[in-house]
T-cell receptor, first 113, second 114 residues
Framework: DAGVTQSPTHLIKTRGQQVTLRCSPK?????VSWYQQALGQGPQFIFQ???????QRGNFPDRFSGHQFPNYSSELNVNALLLGDSALYLC????????????FGQGTRLTVV | AQSVAQPEDQVKVAEGNPLTVKCTYS??????LFWYVQYPNRGLQFLLK??????LVKGSYGFEAEFNKSQTSFHLKKPSALVSDSALYFC????????????FGTGTRLTVIP
């Protein structure tokens, strides 16, 4: 079982550019969530995808968007990058249901310069 | 609204001694509580969870946590610390509405001194 896999592991972008991050969930999981972890902070919820639809969004602007594919994999897109978008972006997958734990990928470290 | 507090930014213990990492929470309804560990440049690894049942929950790598409803706490414990336990630990509560996403504390850095 490969677990949750994310790509790329590191990325450097220039302010104003756009970026796409990718996530493959753990086998058997159908729900994918994205989190942003700024340096020295706990992860903050961006949004969740289930059945190829965005189900809930945290307090993030519309510059952050996503997609879920029929095979449950997901993408996170960020437009018009700001310096403050520099962070570790974590993808988490789980089975639908409140009692199930989320499994996290190793994250994508995005640096905006 | 929900909240999670990890009152200690850092905890240092000697190898072989017991360790405790504190967490208190505030949530509407019954809490679903989780502990995760993060090693440098890595994602989060699940340690344990409390959903219902026994207040003492056992998890991975010898860790356990005690759920205390009256004190709204969910402290992480281990009887004998290892140097390899040195990492960043996050307590999280599951939001019971909408996406049931996790709401994380700010983390506690545990250092186990040889």
């Amino acid at each position: 079982d490969a677990g949750v896999t994310q790509s790329p592991t590191h990325l450097i972008k220039t302010r104003g550019q756009q970026v796409t991050l990718r996530c493959s969930p753990k086998s058997g999981h159908d729900t994918v969530s994205w989190y942003q972890q700024a340096l020295g902070q706990g992860p903050q919820f961006i949004f969740q995808y289930y059945e190829e639809e965005e189900r809930q969004r945290g307090n993030f602007p519309d510059r952050f968007s996503g997609h879920q594919f029929p095979n449950y994999s997901s993408e996170l897109n960020v437009n018009a990058l700001l310096l403050g978008d520099s962070a570790l972006y974590l993808c988490a997958s789980r089975t639908k249901g409140r009692g199930f734990e989320a499994f996290f990928g190793q994250g994508t470290r995005l640096t905006v310069v | 609204a929900q909240s999670v507090a990890q009152p200690e930014d850092q905890v240092k213990v000697a190898e072989g001694n017991p360790l405790t990492v504190k967490c208190t929470y505030s949530v509407s309804g019954n809490p679903y509580l989780f502990w995760y560990v993060q090693y440098p440049n890595r994602g989060l690894q699940f340690l344990l969870k409390y959903i219902t049942g026994d207040n003492l929950v056992k998890g991975s790598y010898g860790f356990e946590a005690e759920f205390n409803k009256s004190q709204t706490s969910f402290h992480l414990k281990k009887p004998s610390a290892l140097v390899s336990d040195s990492a960043l630990y996050f307590c999280a509560v599951r939001v019971i509405t909408g996406a049931n996403n996790l709401f994380f504390g700010t983390g506690t850095r545990l250092t186990v001194i040889p």
